[in-house]
């Protein structure tokens, strides 16, 4: 009876993928917790939620265009402006429990001071922004694999089950492109070579977790800053956009690189 069942079974899915007969979505049974910076809060995407605050956790972001999409069984959207890996293991695990199915994470930018980096290439000189970034990229290959060590484990603690995926940062300027002023391309050159750097270093310390490294460098291709058709602010008011994905760069960058691995 036991062989006669399982036969039954088979045939009857069989038959559903064949005639497209409905099935569960995977996402309707994930519970979804999306943790981390600006990247994932969408800052520069507009649409902030009011109970966000200075989190500015945007409708246009693409944890929230995700969950739009699949319905996942619940959804909590604690990323947050500003966040560091310090602060997103201090005060956004919480929302993680052992029925966690699905996590999201961007972290690691704030920790080597991109906001700064940024700030001293616009204001300063070539030799200057070019020392910064070279002190960004030796925080990322010393100090910062060990603490993003440490908040990949207190995300495996709290869900144990859950399938964690690391989400990487685009390449700011296209070389060669069409901007006539601002940075020279050695600051740019200096400025992407730094992206991929950081890049490696999440997916290293994401796959000695276990989790699953997902970057975006690829989506953005050509529509990066000098692109002609950038998916990211320039410098611009309010400051607090400047180099942070548009809208379009939420939803036809980061959602697309979240949603083929999710």
Known sequence: ???????????????????????????????????????????????????????????????????????????????????????????????????????????????????????????????????????????????????????YDGIRSRAPQAHVVVLGYPRFYKLSGSCIAGLTETERGAINNASDVLNGVLAKRAANAGFTFSGVADEFTGHELCSGDAWLHSVTIPVGNSYHPKAVGQSNGYLPAFRSVA
């Open 1 to 151: 009876m036991r062989s006669v069942r399982a036969t039954l079974a088979t045939l009857v899915l069989s038959a559903a993928a064949v005639f497209g007969l409905a099935q569960p979505a995977s996402a309707a049974g994930d519970n979804y917790v999306a943790l981390g910076d600006s990247y994932s809060s969408g800052v520069g995407a507009g649409g902030y939620t009011s109970e966000s605050g200075d989190c500015k956790r945007s409708t246009n972001a693409y944890p929230s265009l995700w969950a739009a999409a699949n319905s996942p069984s619940s959804f909590r959207f604690v990323a947050c402006s500003g966040a560091t890996t310090t602060t997103v293991a201090g005060s956004q695990l919480s929302a993680l429990t052992s029925s966690t199915t699905l996590v999201s994470v961007t972290a690691g930018g704030n920790d080597i001071g991109f906001a700064d980096v940024m700030q001293t290439c616009v204001l300063q000189s070539e030799a200057t922004c070019v020392s910064r970034v070279g002190t960004a990229v030796s925080a990322m290959q010393n100090s910062l694999p060990g603490k993003l060590d440490s908040l």
